[in-house]
């Protein structure tokens, strides 16, 4: 039997990848750097699937480059990269990993919050340099956290909160009966603004979610206010939360996400006290990562034998 021809944009785990070889042939992208975009477009030429790995921009011109394609697969939840409707209007389902990175994510996304609140991260520097002081931080007991994009990842940080003591407000386009009974309470963008402690972004970049945090959201938060970003950089106009925390108009803000990213390393944000970034590793854990890549792999290889796809995008291309 003939293998079926996969594009890999960069490398991934031993597992996935095993599956992969069984049944298909592979080119992959080894680096160094990103996968150039013509070679990307003269792999695709007679490329009947893709295992986007590395967040390559997924267009119209792309699409037009892989006549044999049949399905895409990408290694992440996210999919900001990837012009959804062209896919469907080419009969290409798409998959993506949802759930499988929901804990990790949660995990690193209160964590950012505890060690922007409790300071962690300072007082290892200081240990570090000798300096054996206290730094005082500021209690997560009792306080509202505020989070917008109630979805998989930001229910399962309210989980976390609320086993903390902390009361959870939400905001989402729609509201989430279940996460309700669990004692989260709907509000409107603004309310949440203005009375959350703490505020957790964990909203898909979209048209409607791009630049949602900006100047005149900041100016409504309270002085005191922790801010989260773990969703995407973009989402965050990062000007306006470099001057916000600058003018100390919130308190701090821990970003496991930025706009530019990589962001580089003489960007103002850097040069401000008041401030935490990890390197987007929400769901950067061995387990996790594995498992994403596992999910992808079965969601290419059910595309190109014609199956649905166990997590599809676009299901009206996956049933048809
Ligand atoms: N830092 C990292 O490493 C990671 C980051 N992520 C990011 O987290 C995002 C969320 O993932 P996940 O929880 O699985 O996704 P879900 O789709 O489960 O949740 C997203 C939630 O956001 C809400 N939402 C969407 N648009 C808006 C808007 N404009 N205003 C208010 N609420 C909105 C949705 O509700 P409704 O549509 O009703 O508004 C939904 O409840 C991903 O898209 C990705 O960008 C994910 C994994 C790892
Ligand atoms: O899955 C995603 O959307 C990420 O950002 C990385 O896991």
């Not at 044999?68 to 062209?86: F, K, T």
């Not at 407000?169 to 729609?174: L, Q």
């Not at 006290?273 to 890549?293: C, D, K, Q, V, W």
């Amino acid at each position: 039997m003939s293998k079926y021809k996969v594009v890999l944009t960069g490398t991934t785990w031993p597992e996935a990848y095993e599956k992969l070889l069984e049944q298909c042939e592979v080119k992959v992208w080894e680096g160094p750097g990103p996968l150039p975009r013509d070679q990307l477009l003269d792999w695709l030429a007679d490329a009947e699937g893709l295992f986007n790995v590395g967040h390559v921009k997924v267009d119209e011109e792309l699409l037009d480059a892989a006549p044999n394609l049949r399905v895409i697969a990408q290694s992440s939840v996210g999919y900001d990269n990837i012009d959804v409707e062209a896919c469907t209007r080419k009969g290409v389902p798409f998959g993506n990993t949802p759930g499988v990175l929901v804990e990790a994510t949660a995990d690193l996304t209160f964590g950012l919050l505890l060690s922007a609140a409790r300071r962690i991260h300072e007082g290892w520097e200081l240990v570090k340099a000798g300096q054996w002081r206290t730094v005082y931080g500021t209690d997560l007991y009792g306080k509202t956290l505020g989070v917008v994009g109630l979805g998989d990842i930001g229910s399962a940080v309210a989980r976390r909160a609320k086993a903390c003591g902390m009361n959870i407000i939400y905001h989402n386009r729609t509201r989430r009966p279940n996460d309700e009974q669990e004692g989260a309470t709907y509000v409107s963008f603004d309310e949440l603004l203005t009375t959350s402690d703490c505020i957790v972004c964990l909203v898909p970049l979209s048209n409607h979610s791009r630049g949602m945090f900006s100047k005149e959201q900041f100016n409504k938060m309270k002085p005191t206010a922790y801010f989260v970003n773990a969703s995407r950089g973009p989402v965050v106009d990062t000007q306006a939360l470099y001057d916000a925390l600058q003018q100390n108009k919130i308190a701090y803000a821990a970003l496991d996400v930025t706009d530019p990213e990589p962001i580089p390393a003489d960007h103002p944000l850097l040069s401000l006290s008041n401030i935490l970034i990890t390197p987007h590793i929400g769901s950067a854990t061995y387990e996790t990562r594995n498992s994403m890549a596992n999910l992808a792999a079965e969601n290419l290889l059910a595309g190109l034998s014609g199956k649905p796809l166990p997590t599809c995008v676009n299901q009206s291309v996956n049933y048809k």
